[in-house]
């Protein structure tokens, strides 16, 4: 699977104090953190007022290019601040997101035409996110036609179908595995992405949901996660199904986590004389 390091956030309070005391030391400290723990791309989002938002990913985007060599997932909800940032980044990632919404197709896919860039495609549009699987599909398809007009192939999208609260939608994991299955049975060669704490959103002990969550979206075809990579627990349900699911040759990553003490209980160094 692809991980997508979603810690570089503003959302998030001790990056939101980074962020507005400009702390390089913190950032880079969080991105080399992300990557050690294997991520295969870095989401940053400022997620600061507008007006402070360009100076905000300006500043972020070039402290984590100084410091790695991983290719930036840059996050925005507007896409003319995506667009405005795009030529400060220096090697193709992923532009999260666009989807069905406005004319944000129109102001994004051109950006990708012609590079290796890829985009994390959502399944929603001006009537926000859609309470049942026919129409994410549906949507789905559009982005796609919509894609291959600029000449981005299925293979550089990721299809997010948007998963919903479990604790105000009780089929959420239903119509999200059925939405998924669907799109991967017309469209094969697509990614299916989704963030992994949106599931839980409301309940307790939010991250057993997550994981369980996880190993089931896994069954069905999600290629693509955003989540907290320094997260033991879910990085250890990601490798163990993985292996169950034959996307990892002979346990061989699974195995390499235990040994390396990526996964599974820390040990505890004796103090001497006890």
Same mark, same amino acid.
């Given at each position: 699977?692809?991980? @997508? !390091?979603e810690?570089?956030?503003?959302?998030?309070?001790?990056?939101?104090?980074? @962020?507005?005391?400009?702390? $390089?030391?913190f950032v880079r400290?969080? $991105?080399? *953190?992300?990557?050690d723990a294997g991520? #295969?791309?870095l %989401? &940053?989002?400022?997620?600061?007022?507008?007006?402070?938002?360009y +100076?905000?990913?300006?500043?972020?985007? +070039?402290?984590?290019?100084g410091?790695?060599?991983?290719?930036?997932?840059? %996050?925005s909800?507007?896409?003319?601040?995506?667009?405005?940032?795009?030529?400060?980044i220096?090697? $193709?990632? /992923? @532009? #999260?997101?666009?989807?069905?919404?406005?004319?944000k197709?129109d102001?994004?896919?051109p950006?990708?035409? #012609?590079?290796d860039?890829?985009?994390?495609?959502?399944?929603?549009?001006? %009537?926000? &996110?859609?309470?049942?699987? +026919?129409?994410?599909?549906? @949507?789905?398809?559009?982005?796609?036609?919509?894609?291959?007009?600029?000449?981005i192939?299925?293979?550089?999208?990721h299809?997010?179908?948007?998963?919903?609260?479990?604790?105000?939608?009780s *089929?959420?994991?239903? /119509?999200?595995m059925? $939405?998924v299955?669907?799109i991967?049975?017309?469209?094969?060669?697509v990614?299916?992405a989704?963030?992994?704490?949106?599931?839980?959103? !409301?309940?307790?002990?939010? *991250?057993?949901?997550?994981?369980?969550?996880?190993?089931?979206?896994?069954?069905? !075809?999600?290629?693509?996660? /955003?989540?907290?990579?320094?997260?033991?627990?879910?990085?250890?349900?990601?490798?163990?199904?993985?292996?169950?699911?034959?996307?990892d040759?002979h346990?061989?990553k699974?195995?390499n986590?235990?040994?390396?003490?990526?996964?599974?209980? &820390?040990?505890?160094?004796k103090?001497?004389g006890?």
């Open positions: 699977m692809f991980i @997508i !390091g810690k570089i956030n503003g959302a998030i309070p001790s990056v939101a104090e980074a @962020i507005q005391k400009r702390d $390089a030391d400290d969080l $991105a080399l *953190k992300q990557v991520i #295969n791309y %989401d &940053i989002c400022a997620g600061t007022k507008p007006t402070e938002e +100076d905000a990913l300006c500043w972020l985007i +070039d402290i984590v290019q410091t790695t060599d991983t290719p930036i997932c840059i %996050d909800p507007d896409p003319n601040m995506i667009k405005r940032v795009f030529p400060r220096s090697q $193709a990632g /992923i @532009i #999260n997101s666009v989807s069905d919404e406005g004319n197709c102001i994004l896919f950006l990708l035409q #012609n590079t860039w890829q985009v994390i495609a959502l399944t929603c549009n001006n %009537d926000g &996110i859609p309470a049942d699987a +026919d129409t994410r599909v549906h @949507i789905a398809s559009e982005l796609i036609d919509k894609a291959a007009g600029y000449d192939s299925p293979e550089r999208l299809i997010d179908p948007l998963v919903m609260s479990l604790a105000t939608v *089929k959420a994991m239903m /119509i999200f059925e $939405a299955t669907r991967k049975t017309v469209y094969p060669t990614k299916i989704a963030g992994l704490s949106n599931i839980s959103y !409301g309940l307790p002990v939010r *991250k057993l949901i997550n994981q369980n969550f996880l190993t089931l979206a896994l069954s069905v !075809g999600l290629d693509t996660g /955003i989540l907290d990579p320094l997260n033991r627990d879910l990085y250890g349900t990601l490798l163990a199904a993985e292996a169950l699911l034959d996307k040759k346990c061989r699974y195995n986590a235990c040994r390396t003490g990526r996964i599974g209980s &820390i040990k505890k160094i103090k001497e006890k």
